[in-house]
C-alpha cells in the first residue's frame, strides 16, 4: 500500500489458501510475463497457461521459472488434458508435465465425454504426484445441469483427491454458471454454496461485472479464476471496495464521520 | 508525421488546452508505461491512475516520474477521493497527494452522497493547491440527471475553481452521458454544450463508437477520456480522419481532383 | 512444439500461401513489437499497420525491419491509401511506399466511392511494382452487396493482378461478410467460395467466434486477418484443434482408443 488507508476489508496474502486469484495466460511473450510480475505478484496466486497454449509457447520453461521466481502456481489448461485423453495417451501427458517440473495439473471433461467414476479415478491416481485442480461444468452453450449434479461432482472430486474445484464459464464467461447473456445463475450457485465449501470452489469469473457479483455474494476473499492479466490490479480494487461496483458493500464497516 | 498528406484538419499540439485526450492507466508495469509513452507521448495530455489503483501499484513514484519526463500530467482517480472523504479523512488524502507530489487532483462523487454545496467548497479549496478535475454525473446505472442540473453543477463547480468538469461515464462507456447500450444522450449533451463552455468539458469516451460520436459533434478537438492506453493512437486517427468511422466528416474541407 | 501430440490436423508453414494469419497493429510501440514476434513470428505470415496508424508511428522504420528481421510481411492499411485517393494523390502515396521500402500494398474503397473498373487498373499498375492486398467490401454498416457483385468484383481483382482479396469486417467485426451481432453471412460466403479460388480469399476475422466459424467451414488452412496481437496464439491454437471452440471438429481424425 502506498498510502494507510483505515477500514478496508480483511484480505488474505501469499501463500493463499482462500481469495485465490488464477490468472488466464493466453501466449504472454517473457516480457510481458515480467511485466505482469513486476507489479502482480502479490495479487495472483495461479496462472494457467490456457487450453493448449502451452504447446506451442517459446522458452516455455522459462516463463514458468519467471512464474516461480514470483511465488506464483502454474497449471496447463484442461483443455490440453482432454486432447490428450482423447487420443489415449494419459500417461504422454503426465510425461508432458514431469518434462516441465509441473506441481499443478488441470482435469476437465469441458470438451469430451467422460464416466465420472472414470474421471474421479483419474483425480485420484494424479493427485498422488500433483496437485489437483478439477473443473465441472460444459463448454458447450446452453447445456444446462442440474444443481444437484453439480454438488455431487462437486464433492465426489474433492474426495477423490482434487485441492479446488473449478466452476466453468470460459474465457468469455458466457457458459456453466452463468447465462449466455453474462449473467450469474443465482439459484444454482446458492445451491453449490449451501452444499460445497466455498474455500474449495474456484469460480471462472472473467468479467468484472462477474468479479463484483462474486465479491459482493462471497466477500473479499472469493477465489476467482479466469482474470486477464490487465485485470489483476482492478479486481484487487474490487477485493478492497476501492472501485465504484463494490465500494458500497464495504461502506458499512467504516467509521463515517465528517 | 511520417509523410505530408495535405488537408489534414486542424489539430492542437502540447501543451493543449483543448482536444485534450486522457488516458486510463489501471496498472500499467514500468515497463508497460514507458511503451506508452514511447510511442504516445505526444497524443497524451493528461493519464488518470484509475479509481483506487494507485494504492496497489508498485513502484508508483518511478512510474509518475516517467509520465512526467514525458510531459503528461498525472492524477489519482476519484473514487479513491471519494474513499477518503467516505472516511472523514480529505487531510490523509491531501497529504498522500503531497507525499507523491500530485499536481491534479479529480474530486468526484459518483460513489458517495454530497452535498453540492461542500463539494464546491472542496473544488474551492483545493484548488488553491491543485488543479482540479471535478466529475458530475453518477457512476449508478440507470440514474437520471436532468439536464438543467448537470449544467448547474458543471458551471457551479468550474466557478469553485475547477480547472475542467468530467462527464462521467465509466470505463463501461453505460453510464452518465451514455445509455446503458453505449449511445450518447444526443439531447441532454446538446443541451450542456449550449450552456457551458465546451473547451471546459472532459467526456468520457471509452469506445470507439463514443470517441468517434464526439469527434463528429464537437470536432478534432474535442476533449475525450477514459481512453484505453491501446487506443490513443487510433483515437488520434479519428482526430485526422484517417480512420473509417470520420473519414467522411473531413472529408468535404479536401481539394478533390484526380 | 514442446511436446509431441499425435493426430493433430495438418498445418501450412511459413512462407505459406495458404493458412496465412494477417495480424492488425494499431500503434505497438517497438518493444511491444518485439513482444510479438518473439512469440508470434513462426503463426503471423503478414502484419496490417491499421489504416492511418503508420502516418503517426514514431520509429516507422525500425518497426518495420523488426517485423522484416521475423520474416514477416508488412503493409499499411487500406483506408490510408484512400486517404491519398481522396485527394487525388496517388503518387505522393507511391512516393510514401517507396519512403519505407514496402513490398506490399492494400487497394480498397472502403470509405470512398471508386469506379470498379478505376479500382482494378490501379491495382493493374501497382501490381508492377508491389504485391497486392484488394479489398471488396464496405465499410458502412448496413450495406448489403449482392453476392454475385462480391464474386465478379474479387475476380476481376484477382485478374488484375491482387495477389489475394480481403473480405471486409472491420476491426469490429460487424460489417461487411458478417451481420451487425458478428455473425457470418452464411449464404454470401458459401456463394463466394464456390466461385472464387479459397486460398486467395483473406477472410477478416476479429472475433473468436468468427475465427472458429472459418476454421471449421473451411478448416486449419483459413486465411484470416485483423487478429489482434494477443490472439494469435489462441486463433494457432483454434486452428489445431487444442481449444474447446474447435476440438470436436478436429476429433473424428484421431485414433480414438484408450
Redesign the interface.
Known amino acids: ?3 494507510e ?3 478496508l476489508p480483511d484480505r488474505t496474502s501469499k501463500p493463499r489458501k482462500n481469495g485465490l486469484t488464477m490468472v488466464m495466460d ?7 510475463t ?3 510480475v ?3 505478484a502479490d ?1 495472483t496466486d495461479v496462472v494457467k497457461l ?9 522458452d ?1 520453461a522459462k516463463k514458468l521459472q519467471l512464474y516461480k521466481d514470483a511465488d506464483i502456481k502454474t497449471y496447463f489448461g484442461g ?2 488434458f ?3 485423453i ?4 494419459l500417461d ?1 501427458y503426465r ?2 508435465l514431469d ?2 517440473k509441473m506441481e499443478y495439473v488441470e482435469i476437465s471433461d ?3 465425454l467422460m464416466n465420472h467414476d472414470e474421471k474421479c479415478e483419474i483425480i485420484d491416481k494424479l493427485s498422488d504426484d500433483y496437485i489437483v485442480f478439477s473443473e465441472v461444468g460444459s ?1 458447450e452453450a446452453g447445456v444446462i445441469i442440474h444443481p444437484n449434479k453439480w454438488i455431487s461432482m462437486m464433492n465426489k472430486e474433492l474426495e477423490a483427491g482434487a485441492w479446488k474445484v473449478i466452476a466453468e464459464a ?1 474465457e ?1 464467461g458466457t457458459v456453466g454458471i452463468y447465462r449466455p447473456n453474462g449473467n450469474a445463475h443465482v439459484a444454482l450457485i446458492n445451491k453449490i454454496l449451501a452444499k460445497v465449501p466455498g474455500e474449495k470452489i474456484m469460480w471462472e469469473a472473467p468479467k ?1 461485472s462477474q468479479q463484483a457479483w462474486f465479491i459482493d455474494l462471497i466477500g473479499s476473499n472469493a477465489n476467482l479464476g479466469n482474470i486477464s492479466p ?5 479486481l ?2 474490487l477485493r ?5 461496483d463494490t ?2 458493500k464495504f ?1 458499512p464497516k ?5
Do not use: H
Request: include cysteine.
Open positions: 500500500m502506498n498510502f488507508l483505515p477500514g493466453k501466449g504472454l511473450s517473457l516480457r510481458q515480467l511485466d505482469l513486476s507489479v502482480c495479487y490456457g487450453f493448449g497454449t502451452s504447446l506451442l509457447t517459446k516455455l483443455t490440453l482432454e486432447a490428450f482423447a487420443r489415449g495417451l504422454d510425461r508432458y518434462k516441465f469441458g470438451s469430451i463448454k470460459r468469455s468484472k490487465d485485470d489483476v490490479i482492478p484487487e480494487t478492497l471496495g476501492l472501485r465504484g465500494f458500497q461502506l467504516l467509521v463515517m464521520k465528517k
